[in-house]
């Protein structure tokens, strides 16, 4: 599963471009959920704090390309639910309990 995770983020970082069909965009968004659940488990394991700020932003900013493509509102809800979780590690990355949370947050949202 942490391959499969892996392998959709750095798509997603490397620039594919934004899709436009609603199947493509739910994988992306629950990718980007599933990449952020990990980095919260490595945050509230005491991951660095700097490394934990500067992904989820990145993690945010693919969010960012992607929301406007969506036009599903409960898919778009999603996003922006993802979008809020990585925000808490971005102000906070060293709060090891709220990382714990975040971490459970994006699980659901992932699944």
Do not use: K
């Not at 990585?86 to 975040?102: F, H, I, N, S």
């Amino acid at each position: 599963m942490r391959l499969v995770v892996a392998l959709c983020a750095a798509c997603l970082l490397a620039g594919c471009g934004v899709p436009q069909e609603r199947a493509d965009q739910a994988e992306d968004v629950h990718a980007v959920a599933a990449e952020g659940a990990l980095l919260a488990h490595e945050a509230a394991e005491g991951s660095l704090e700097t490394f934990t700020a500067e992904h989820a932003q990145a993690l945010q900013g693919l969010l960012r390309e992607l929301q406007p493509a969506i036009e599903d509102e409960r898919l778009s809800r999603r996003a922006a639910a993802v979008d809020a979780a990585l925000g808490r590690l971005v102000e906070d990355p060293g709060d090891r309990r709220q990382a714990y949370t975040v971490e459970r947050r994006l699980r659901e949202l992932a699944g």
